[in-house]
């Protein structure tokens, strides 16, 4: 599922591109941001559909050679390991699964199955996969830990498909690296005789909600905002403030006020945190000494009110 720091990051780029862009339209570009964190997930299943996918082939591909004119004994009595793999079978048995893909038509491995035959040779040649052959042990523990290795050191890696990812949807260029590490996560709660269920999006209502409201907040206040940070950085003009900065900041601030259950120390910590993979290599110093200053401000002012888990 979505964490709160990528909904953050999620959060920023729907504000920054509607600040350069110089767009008031606030309903229009939420929509957007949220159709944005429901394709995350069409690539979470796209990933795991991939899976079923390479066994499928692999199955075609094992009955096509019994029906050699001379098959060889190995083309008649194959290695069936692989596609009785109890991780993947049970992804594609799945009830959640079947009817998301039934639902939102996601038949990109039936369009482009070049992608499905580079993965599947990429695995043939891989020592990963004839370790696994070759492993006598038939039990849920060897499937897992095989379909947990196949997809971090050939699938996730594989420059091919992050291109063809980029092509489909440009925002999943920044959400392949969380949605690789989703689905390495669902895999690993994988337990024997369990059915696959697809993990929800959202943590809880409360995550949904955080999305609009940072947003919206966000951007009503934005110029309210600049004026506070202006006090605080009084030997900076505002236009040298790198852009994705001044954002963080607005972002953090509105975290400040209007979210009481979480504490100025995580706000804090969450933005230095997302300015070092989005903005420069100071940025984290900066954004850490601002947001330092107008906190400690703020609580002075009571402009900053905590409850509950915001306290700590």
């Known amino acids: 599922m979505i964490n709160r720091r990528h909904i953050r990051v999620k959060v920023m780029q729907s504000v920054y591109a509607m600040l350069q862009s110089h767009n008031d339209d606030i309903i229009r570009e ?33 009955a096509l050679s019994k029906k050699k004119i001379l098959a060889t004994k190995e083309d008649l009595s194959p290695n069936t390991k692989f596609l009785d793999n109890k991780i993947i079978n049970s992804i594609a048995e799945s009830v959640s699964f079947e009817s998301f893909l039934e639902v939102n038509k996601l038949n990109n491995w039936e369009l482009d199955d070049e992608y499905v035959k580079i993965i599947f ?35 996730a890696p594989n420059e091919k498909l992050a291109e063809y990812y980029e092509d489909k949807m440009i925002s999943w260029v920044d ?23 697809l993990s929800s999006l959202y943590k809880d209502k409360d995550d949904e909600d955080f999305v609009s409201s940072l947003f919206k907040k966000t951007i009503l206040k934005h110029k309210e905002y600049e004026k506070d940070i202006e006090e605080k950085t009084p030997n900076w003009e505002t236009d040298r403030i790198a852009d994705i900065d001044m954002i963080l900041i607005k972002m953090a601030l509105t975290e400040f006020l209007n979210f009481p259950s979480i504490p100025t120390r995580v706000t804090i910590n969450e933005y230095i945190e997302v ?38």
């Open 30 to 62: 939420e929509k957007f941001l949220k159709h944005s964190i429901l394709k995350m997930y069409d690539l979470y299943v796209l990933n795991l559909l991939l899976l079923v996918e390479v066994q499928k082939l692999a199955s075609k591909k094992i």
């Open 121 to 155: 040779e990429e695995l043939q040649k891989s020592n990963l996969y004839k370790k696994y052959l070759d492993t006598i042990e038939n039990s849920f523990k060897v499937d897992k830990a095989f379909v947990i290795d196949f997809f971090k050191e050939i699938i």
């Open 175 to 197: 959400d392949i690296p969380f949605v690789n590490t989703w689905v390495v996560k669902s895999l690993s709660k994988c337990k024997p005789n369990q059915a696959f269920i």
């Open 275 to 312: 300015s070092k993979d989005y903005s420069t290599e100071k940025s984290s110093y900066f954004i850490n000494g601002v947001l330092d200053k107008i906190s400690k401000e703020f609580i002075k002012n009571k402009r900053i009110v905590k409850i509950g888990r915001g306290l700590l």
